[in-house]
């Protein structure tokens, strides 16, 4: 497999792991965003124009996304092994957004590359 520079955003995971994602949020001056009664949702989709997601992670269930520091602007997105491991070997799509309790939404992560590669290893 040739090496391959991924843009800047880009999460590169070997199907059926698990992952841990930071993500620190903060304003155009750098100043953290509080995120207290905030709503975080990462979406993942083979292409844009698709209905269905591959997967989504969400403050709604804390073992998806958790906030770790709302004053902070830090949250964590937990990939859990079932959420790859049946999927195409390929390069997906994501964003991550965030709903501030003002209401007001943010595209935090733009699209960006979600690249699946193989693993040598197989669990069952």
């Known amino acids: 497999m040739d090496d391959v520079l991924l843009p800047k955003n ?4 070997i199907r059926g792991t698990s992952k ?3 993500l620190s949020v903060a304003d155009a001056t750098g100043k953290p ?3 207290t009664g905030s709503r975080i949702v990462m979406t993942v989709k083979s292409k ?8 989504q992670k969400t403050t ?7 906030i770790t ?16 491991q049946d999927r195409e070997i390929k390069q997906y799509l ?3 957004w965030v709903i501030l309790s003002s209401g007001k ?9 979600f690249d699946l590669q193989p693993g040598v290893t197989v669990l069952s």
């Open 105 to 113: 939404r943010y595209a935090v992560v733009p699209p960006s590359i």
């Open 60 to 66: 709604d269930q804390p073992t998806q996304v958790l």
């Open 94 to 96: 994501f964003d991550v």
């Open 20 to 22: 841990t994602l930071q």
């Open 48 to 55: 844009f124009e698709d209905t269905t997601n591959v997967f």
């Open 33 to 35: 965003v509080d995120l």
């Open 10 to 13: 880009a999460v590169q995971i």
């Open 69 to 84: 520091d709302a004053r902070g602007g830090v949250a964590q997105v937990f990939i859990n092994p079932a959420d790859t």
